[in-house]
Nanobody, 113 residues
Framework: QVQLVESGGGLVQPGGSLKLSCATS????????MSWYRQAPGKERELVAR????????NYADSVKGRFTISRDNAKKTMYLQMNSLKPEDTAVYYC??????WGQGTQVTVSS
């Protein structure tokens, strides 16, 4: 079965960096676009970034452009999100998503001094 497992979240000070990973299994990873979403308390889940199946095309929410970088390693069946210059408003649970409704359990990112 499809499994998506996020890791790498934690507590970081404003201006700091974190790198999230999404390890996958149960499907042919290289056939699917993948995305990162996030959900802050009291807010709707929102798209953060998306990467095409080959990694050749990426899209970002305006709020993270220039600070976050999405990537993937098809040989390792893993997707990444490098987050730099983190702000308190980036605090949320971050979710890995595969096309057609598959989600990971989420990893908490807290940006606070």
């Amino acid at each position: 079965q499809v499994q998506l497992v996020e890791s790498g979240g934690g507590l970081v000070q404003p201006g700091g960096s974190l790198k999230l990973s999404c390890a996958t299994s149960g499907f042919t990873f290289s056939n699917y676009a993948m995305s990162w979403y996030r959900q802050a308390p009291g807010k709707e889940r929102e798209l953060v970034a998306r990467v095409s199946s080959t990694g050749g095309s990426t899209n970002y929410a305006d709020s993270v452009k220039g600070r976050f970088t999405i990537s993937r390693d098809n040989a390792k069946k893993t997707m990444y999100l490098q987050m730099n210059s983190l702000k308190p408003e980036d605090t949320a649970v971050y979710y890995c998503n595969r096309e057609y409704g598959y989600w990971g359990q989420g990893t908490q990112v807290t940006v606070s001094s």
